[in-house]
């Protein structure tokens, strides 16, 4: 691995569930891998939209954190959604943590790993 290239682990998130980094540090930007709701102890969070979405945010937040970075300099999300019905609901929530307005896109797919309804990724600033 090229050392301009650095992998971000932190035990105050999801850990990772497959081969591949909670996030990379890579260019003056951080880019943290889809986030499920799953606390760091591996146990999914079911119930509302929006306490899957909320848990999804506390994993981004912390892995932000820990690669020296925060919400705030966040400049892209992702967010996948397995029905579009949970889309007003998954918004109330997301507007809570990324006061911002970063740059997004949602889109609806067929499944998610674990069985969870969301997923969150972002790119950030350092």
Request: glycine share 6%; hydrophobic share 45%; proline share 7%.
């Amino acid at each position: 691995m090229s050392s301009a290239l650095t992998p971000v682990l932190t035990k105050d998130a999801f850990p990772p569930a497959g081969p591949y980094s909670q996030a990379i540090k890579a260019a003056g930007q951080i880019w943290v891998a889809g986030q499920v709701p799953a606390d760091s102890s591996g146990k999914v969070v079911t119930g509302p939209i929006a306490d899957q979405t909320a848990q999804c945010c506390k994993n981004i937040k912390a892995i932000l954190e820990a690669a020296g970075s925060e919400l705030g300099k966040i400049v892209k999300v992702n967010v996948f959604l397995t029905d579009m019905k949970n889309f007003p609901d998954m918004n109330v929530e997301y507007a809570k943590w990324f006061t911002h307005k970063p740059a997004r896109s949602c889109v609806a797919v067929r499944e998610l790993p674990m069985g969870v309804d969301v997923e969150i990724e972002v790119v950030a600033l350092q």
